[in-house]
């Protein structure tokens, strides 16, 4: 595939791409518009939603291919919230019936997370009853969250679906996502009914190579009775005979078409049958490709299950689900085993399908035959939970010598260290590590968004915190708490995206309980939490004020890291402006005030701050802080004023000291409020100082197992060519599996991504699954990766003992069990960073400190047939000055350890195609390869490098953010 680009995921219109299950979906927007095109019709689409987790990055995408939905007349216009969202695209299909622009129709796609579902469930309700157009039509995508990753709730939507009478399709892969997004609109067009998709995080945030194609046909139908297809016409006078007439037509009309539509369409598929076949399994999208996944664990190849008897049954469609292809796949079996998360569904209707049937097989789903818990409704159903209740019921039809041979083996032992936990904590600079601050003992109640880590906090740092509520709900909690409590007074956190989309309403509710109260109401510009998005409808600070006066709140404080730039005349009258530094005591005030206070805390969000910064967008402060190592005493003052990660604890020869880490630090300068004397502030003159080179103080970086060191200047060696170091001795052959483990936000996906990319490239087949919740939030982030030579049916995620190459980019998350559960000493290569980067308990706490190395190393050496230890933060800033290229320079260590099928080629086109700091990345690459090829020649070609000294500034020291 030398001319492969990354555009291909849209724009190639016959043969393979590579793209996520996000990017999958816009292209679903584009196929369809095509296909109209190619039918010679004239047709639009609209879309609108609400951004979350799994499909956080399904707006951020659309706004990306803006040019692309122009050119293919598709709208999207982001939600208010998931409500008004759905009401909007219900009026989309209305548009034909009041002289619509389009003349052929327009077809819309709502977007939300399974709470959001639940928040639009009477809008989709009315929506639905409305029906769609039969050029228009219209889907629901559903973000479920089983596990609860990135979400208050564990979810799955599809018995909500159902109750709204919306045939509810399931994909399990990117090719499902593009397949049953062109029958979704068609199935909506032909039956005149929403459709919905359910898409869970290890689809939307998988990736996978598809097949496309430029035709397709969909099946044609026609209602009971008729020879003509049926024409459903949407009416929004949901009144009398109108609304009576609605209601038979869904129920009498539209849904038995719909599944016809599920029938004639083929999305239900028998995967493996034969004539002497005892035992089938049904399962159906993620759960399906689980299933492949266990069978595999089980010793079961693709062709086993026809050598030993079991039928596989891939539904397409959870509802409804289509009768016809149930009794097909029963025919001759004694056993069918459903498997699914959550509750009980195709099993109910499977069992429902097969009552009262002469020779019907028994089905169990949730449960086996003793009534014990076959398939738990609990949490997430990984491959080898399923594999084990497979086993079971297959032993129970006779020996299947696999099988058999696995349950007798003893279970594997997990590797359970009591290492430290990486858990997510605000971003370097974040507001939150300010805003979130509160006086000794107060009640705080926690929300939607960011702050939501504050549960993972001490009281000490961020209050008594009363829980979570649902988005919108925040501080309703109290009216129902104050009559009841000892407490006085209730804080609530609140973000400016969560205010716009509900929560101004929970605020007039708190007014007119009459109940006192102070919103902490944090402005900071973007929804931080699902990617940076704007917030929709959001207001700037001054208007967010004199709204929140004329709701009726007492009293309005804005505190702000540059309160300078809120002028007095901008301002409602009585709103008064405070620097940062008076939260604590401007909380104090306000919960001495009766009523409903407000105290808005006006801050950027960091992680927006500094993409803008990259993007030229916004200016980069000049004045560093930098702490004399000598002076400081190591008593975690620093850390706990500021609550910054980039306010390191380090080892060093004199004890545990304290370090700026400049590459993640925001520059917010809040570590200033210590007043501590090794503080220091530079503001660099333009020009280095002109001296003679000086030895290092610091040993440099080793690509051993020691201890981090600091940032230093780049050492200017020669760029390596391509060829410089040998091809390495490959110690594994054929298919390879992959496991990233590292930090939220350094770049993890980005590597997963670029490792794919080079799989296709090339010609092989990739399935690739970023596993992240909040990890873009300083916690745990796995990516794992599946390339193989042939097209295969199976899970994206990893199973034990699966894991051939295991790259520990992060030695707390790699030392994790539940991550490290997927090695085996027989076959895993290690490649590990020993550099040690601190937690959020570390920053807070100067009594908890980094695991010993040797500890590390003896975990990772355990579970690994080989391992190779480099400190890869300190050699990249080392050689390039910037610690954000350290997995990309360990990504060629593990090439050159042999431990990949890709080749260097193709790694290298893919961080050309990726696009950022190209040159330097490749050298990254390069100089991890030499880690290993040659790291004597690295080490002596380090040796040399220099340090420079900046001025230091003159003016007093100030903890104002720039």
Known sequence: ?????????????????????????VRVLLDRIRQDRRAGLDTAAF??????????????????????????????????????????????????????????????????????????TDALRHANLVGTAPRGGAVALVGDDPNAKSSTLQSASELALADLAMPVFYP???QDLLDFGLHAVELSRASGVWAAMKVVANVADAAGTAVVERSWTPPTLSAAGSVQPYSHQPSGRLAGAELAALEHSLH????????????????????????????????AGKSYLDVRQALRVLGLDEQAPARFGIRLLKLGVLHPVEPGIIREFAEGLDEIVVVEEKRANVENAVKGILYGNTGAPAVHGKADPEGKVLFSELGELEPDAIAAGLARRLAAHGD???????????????????????????????????????????????????HAMALFMEPEQVGEVAGLTQMGGEGAQWIGMAPFVSAKHFVQNIGDGTFTHSGSLAVRAAVAAGVNITFKLLHNSAVAM??????????????????????????????????????????PKGVEVRHRDALLRTQEELAATPGVTVLIHDQECAAEKRRKRRRGKQPTPPKKVLINERVCEGCGDCGTKSNCLS?????????????????????????????????????????????????????????????????????????????????????????????????????????????????????????????????????????????????????????EGECVLYLACDALVATDPAHLAVADSGRTTAVVSTTEVPTGQMIVDPGVSFPQQSSIRSVLDAASARAHYLDARGLVEALFGDDQFANILQLGAAYQAGALTISARSIER????????????????????????????????????????????????SNEAP
């Open 647 to 799: 306010v390191q604890p380090v080892e060093t020869e004199f004890g545990r000291k304290t370090r700026i880490h400049q590459s993640s630090c925001n520059v917010d300068y809040s570590c200033l409020a210590g007043d501590c004397p090794s503080f220091l502030t530079v503001l660099p003159s333009g020009r280095a100082p002109r001296r003679e080179p000086a030895p290092s103080t610091r040993p440099a970086p080793s690509t051993g197992p020691t201890e981090a060191t600091g940032p230093a200047e780049p050492a200017g060696l020669a760029e390596l060519d391509a060829d410089a170091c040998a091809e390495p001795t490959p110690v594994t052959s054929g298919d390879a599996t992959v496991r990233i483990a590292g930090v939220g936000g350094t770049g993890v996906v980005t590597v997963a991504q670029i490792l794919g990319t080079a799989a296709v490239i090339d010609g092989k087949h990739v399935r690739t699954l970023d596993q992240t919740g909040l990890a873009q939030k300083g916690g745990a982030v796995v990516s794992d990766l599946k390339i193989t030579s042939t097209p295969v049916e199976q899970a994206p995620k990893l199973a």
């Open 47 to 120: 879309v609108s939603g609400y951004e979350g987790s799994p499909l956080a990055g399904f707006d951020l995408e659309l706004a990306r291919r803006s040019t692309l939905l122009d050119e293919h007349a598709i709208v999207h216009q982001p939600g208010l919230n998931e409500e008004l969202a759905a009401t909007s695209v219900s009026g989309s299909q209305l548009a034909a019936g009041v002289g619509g622009l389009r003349p052929d129709g327009v077809f819309g796609m709502w977007y939300g997370k399974a709470p959001g579902l639940d928040r639009a």
């Open 252 to 283: 009498r009309v539209r849904l038995p078409l719909a599944l016809e539509y599920v029938r004639a369409s083929g999305v239900n598929r028998i995967a493996s049958a034969s004539k002497g076949d005892r035992i089938g399994i049904v399962a």
């Open 172 to 174: 399990a892969d990117s």
């Open 1 to 25: 595939m030398s001319a492969f680009t990354l555009d291909d995921r849209y724009l190639r219109e016959t043969g393979t791409v590579y793209l996520t299950g996000v990017q999958a979906l």
């Open 910 to 957: 893919a961080i050309e195609l990726n696009g950022t700091a190209v040159e330097t990345n490749v050298q990254a690459f390069r100089r991890g390869r030499q880690v290993v090829a040659d790291p004597g020649a690295l080490a002596a070609a380090l040796a040399p490098a220099t340090q420079h000294s900046a001025a230091p500034s003159n003016e007093a020291p």
């Open 530 to 571: 699902t990617g940076g998005q704007d917030a929709v409808g959001a207001l700037p600070v001054e208007k967010l004020a004199e709204l929140l006066l004329v709701e009726g709140a007492s009293t309005v404080v804005i505190t702000s890291d540059q309160p300078r730039r809120l002028k007095d005349g901008m301002l």
């Open 400 to 450: 299947i010598e696999p099988v058999t041979a696995w349950r007798q083996r003893s279970r594997r032992e997990r590797i359970d260290v009591p290492l430290l936990a990486r858990t997510p904590y605000f971003c370097s600079g974040c507001p939150h590590n300010s805003s979130t601050k509160v006086p000794e003992g107060t009640l705080v109640g926690g929300g939607i968004g960011c």
